[in-house]
Protein backbone atom coordinates (compact mmCIF):
# COMPACT_ATOMS: atom_id res chain seq x y z
CA UNK A 1 0.00 0.00 0.00
CA UNK A 2 1.45 3.60 -0.99
CA UNK A 3 1.53 6.39 1.61
CA UNK A 4 -1.30 7.98 -0.58
CA UNK A 5 -3.50 5.39 -0.43
CA UNK A 6 -2.73 4.83 3.76
CA UNK A 7 -3.46 8.78 3.80
CA UNK A 8 -6.87 7.99 1.97
CA UNK A 9 -7.91 5.37 3.59
CA UNK A 10 -7.03 7.24 7.23
CA UNK A 11 -8.38 10.86 5.98
CA UNK A 12 -10.82 9.70 3.12
CA UNK A 13 -10.02 10.92 0.03
CA UNK A 14 -10.39 14.95 0.93
CA UNK A 15 -6.46 15.61 1.89
CA UNK A 16 -7.85 18.61 3.63
CA UNK A 17 -10.37 16.58 5.80
CA UNK A 18 -8.01 16.17 8.93
CA UNK A 19 -7.22 19.55 8.77
CA UNK A 20 -10.72 21.00 8.50
CA UNK A 21 -11.37 19.51 11.62
CA UNK A 22 -8.67 20.64 13.20
CA UNK A 23 -9.50 24.10 12.53
CA UNK A 24 -13.53 23.64 13.53
CA UNK A 25 -12.45 22.37 16.15
CA UNK A 26 -9.81 25.20 17.37
CA UNK A 27 -10.60 28.35 16.33
CA UNK A 28 -14.09 30.46 16.25
CA UNK A 29 -14.77 31.71 12.87
CA UNK A 30 -14.94 34.70 11.78
CA UNK A 31 -11.10 35.04 13.10
CA UNK A 32 -7.67 36.46 12.22
CA UNK A 33 -5.55 33.59 10.97
CA UNK A 34 -1.63 33.07 10.24
CA UNK A 35 -0.35 32.10 7.84
CA UNK A 36 4.00 31.10 7.26
CA UNK A 37 5.35 30.81 4.06
CA UNK A 38 9.06 30.83 2.70
CA UNK A 39 9.97 31.11 -0.82
CA UNK A 40 13.09 31.50 -2.34
CA UNK A 41 14.11 35.50 -2.78
CA UNK A 42 12.53 36.00 -6.49
CA UNK A 43 10.47 39.08 -6.80
CA UNK A 44 8.01 36.95 -9.39
CA UNK A 45 7.18 34.91 -6.48
CA UNK A 46 6.82 37.67 -3.96
CA UNK A 47 4.79 39.03 -6.33
CA UNK A 48 2.64 35.60 -6.83
CA UNK A 49 2.15 35.49 -2.70
CA UNK A 50 1.44 38.81 -2.24
CA UNK A 51 -1.68 39.11 -5.26
CA UNK A 52 -3.16 35.95 -3.54
CA UNK A 53 -3.93 38.49 -0.68
CA UNK A 54 -4.15 41.81 -2.79
CA UNK A 55 -7.95 42.05 -2.35
CA UNK A 56 -8.25 41.95 1.34
CA UNK A 57 -7.17 43.67 4.31
CA UNK A 58 -3.91 40.80 5.17
CA UNK A 59 -1.03 42.42 6.75
CA UNK A 60 2.05 40.80 5.21
CA UNK A 61 5.28 40.78 6.87
CA UNK A 62 8.50 40.05 5.10
CA UNK A 63 11.95 38.84 6.18
CA UNK A 64 15.17 38.24 4.17
CA UNK A 65 16.92 35.15 5.51
CA UNK A 66 20.60 35.14 6.61
CA UNK A 67 21.79 34.33 3.04
CA UNK A 68 19.44 36.16 1.26
CA UNK A 69 18.51 33.54 -1.14
CA UNK A 70 14.84 33.13 0.78
CA UNK A 71 12.15 35.06 2.18
CA UNK A 72 9.32 34.36 4.80
CA UNK A 73 6.38 35.84 4.24
CA UNK A 74 3.57 36.11 7.44
CA UNK A 75 0.21 36.65 6.36
CA UNK A 76 -2.55 37.86 8.77
CA UNK A 77 -5.98 38.04 7.26
CA UNK A 78 -9.57 37.63 8.74
CA UNK A 79 -11.31 34.62 7.16
CA UNK A 80 -15.08 33.87 7.17
CA UNK A 81 -14.76 29.74 7.54
CA UNK A 82 -12.24 27.29 7.54
CA UNK A 83 -12.81 26.87 4.00
CA UNK A 84 -12.01 30.15 3.38
CA UNK A 85 -8.23 29.06 4.98
CA UNK A 86 -7.80 26.15 2.67
CA UNK A 87 -8.61 27.91 -0.13
CA UNK A 88 -6.12 30.67 0.42
CA UNK A 89 -3.50 27.14 1.04
CA UNK A 90 -4.48 25.48 -1.95
CA UNK A 91 -3.56 29.26 -4.36
CA UNK A 92 -0.18 29.56 -2.67
CA UNK A 93 0.43 25.39 -3.04
CA UNK A 94 0.65 26.38 -6.39
CA UNK A 95 3.66 28.80 -6.56
CA UNK A 96 6.88 26.76 -6.84
CA UNK A 97 9.06 25.92 -4.12
CA UNK A 98 6.65 27.05 -1.57
CA UNK A 99 7.14 25.90 2.04
CA UNK A 100 4.52 25.99 4.02
CA UNK A 101 4.50 26.15 7.60
Given amino acids: MSINEDLNAEFGTDPYEKFRSLLQQSLVFPTEYTFKFIIKADEDKS ?6 FANTNAAITVNNSSTGKYKSFTVRVNVA ?16 SVIML
Fill in 47 to 52: AELKSI
Fill in 81 to 96: DEEEVIKYYKEVSKID
